[in-house]
């Protein structure tokens, strides 16, 4: 039993009324087990996703701003105003400077927004997890979106991504991500010592999206 985030990314499946019912759907999952399942859709699902759904909301990314003249710009209050439970920060696909990083970590504490920074190897999990946020997710940019699961491909990197954020910091949770889709890639995860995975394609773009993460939670 782990955490299971899925990212929406900016997948037409993931997007708008498409979206929704895919929320639906692993929703629908999440009330059937223990493990703890959470959605990251993109910035302009969030309202009314978070209005809809009884699973946690997390945003796919915020900036490192305050209210202001910032056009185009998320911060991490208004998040919070629509009832989200935390954002990814610094996903390989939205890369941020580590000031930034640490301004959104630290501004996530304050609100009691649930922090998940991403990174890419053993030294920037280690890095990152300086900053003390809730969790870290280590994710090989090479292995993202190909299919070949994370904690079967490489699984030193997971092991010692654990080992590095919890001697940095050992209140945090690591999740390990990339290729993630079977059971089998969950369960090697969670005996890796992650806390749980973060993934996208494998549900998202599922012809089956409620099978896939069923069979992925070991319902099936
Ligand atoms: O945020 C999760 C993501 O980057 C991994 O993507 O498609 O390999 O599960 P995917």
Not at 61 to 69: K, N, P, T, Y
Not at 135 to 154: F, H
Not at 177 to 191: Q, W
């Amino acid at each position: 039993m782990g955490v299971v985030i899925i990212n929406f990314k900016a997948y037409k499946e993931g997007f708008g009324l498409n979206g929704l019912k895919l929320a639906k759907a692993i929703e629908s999952v999440a009330d059937k087990v223990d493990d703890y399942i959470a959605i990251a859709p993109t910035s302009l699902d969030l309202q009314k996703f978070a209005n809809e759904l009884s699973i946690d909301v997390y945003s796919q990314h915020v900036d490192a701003v305050d209210f202001g003249s910032h056009t185009g710009r998320i911060n991490a209050e208004m998040i919070k105003e629509m009832g989200i439970k935390g954002s990814l920060i610094n996903h390989s696909e939205r890369r941020l400077r580590l000031a930034d990083i640490d301004f959104i970590v630290e501004k996530f504490r304050d609100l009691d927004l649930i922090s998940i920074v991403c990174t890419n190897n053993v030294a920037t999990t280690a890095a990152a997890a300086a900053l003390q946020p809730d969790y870290v997710a280590i994710e090989p940019p090479e292995l993202i979106g190909s299919g070949i699961p994370v904690s079967k491909a490489e699984p030193e990197i997971v092991e010692n991504s654990v080992k590095a954020a919890k001697d940095v910091y050992p209140e945090i949770k690591v999740l390990c991500g990339a290729g993630i889709s079977k059971n089998e890639d969950y369960v090697t995860a969670l005996d890796l010592g992650a806390d749980g995975v973060l993934l996208a394609s494998g549900v998202v773009k599922a012809k089956d999206p409620k099978a896939a993460l069923e069979e992925l939670v070991g319902l099936r």
